[in-house]
């Protein structure tokens, strides 16, 4: 299985972006499907996460802005994040389960200017 990130990049304090990850190989079903994301000089943490019966999460410091969602037939989760702050710069990864084994994706950077 492979996971393919994408949609970093640079934006403005107050910009929104959307991140994609889609996963490929063989796969049976994913279950669950999260973001992480590791800020410089921290530990990786938990941004959002979602079942495939629609089910989601989120990290209280993103509550309200950010907005994962998931393609089951494309094997895609998304992450949409909006009014988006320096804070939230940071390498985002995608990271899936699919019949007890986990696979991440190789990160893709988000930088916020202010």
């Known amino acids: 299985v492979q996971l393919q990130a994408s949609g970093g990049g640079l934006v403005q304090a107050g910009g929104s972006l959307r991140l994609s990850c889609a996963a490929s190989?063989?796969?049976?079903?994913?279950?669950?499907m999260v973001w992480y994301r590791q800020c410089p000089g921290k530990q990786r943490e938990l941004v959002a996460a979602?079942?495939?019966?629609?089910?989601?999460s989120y990290a209280d410091s993103v509550k309200g802005r950010f907005t994962i969602s998931r393609d089951n037939a494309k094997n895609t989760v998304y992450l949409q994040m909006n009014s988006l702050k320096p804070e939230d710069t940071a390498v985002y990864y995608c990271?899936?389960?699919?019949?007890?084994?986990?696979?991440w994706g190789q990160g893709t950077l988000v930088t916020v200017s202010s």
């Open positions: 979602t079942t495939r019966g629609g089910s989601t």
């Open positions: 990271r899936v389960f699919i019949r007890g084994d986990d696979y």
């Open positions: 190989g063989n796969i049976f079903a994913i279950n669950t």
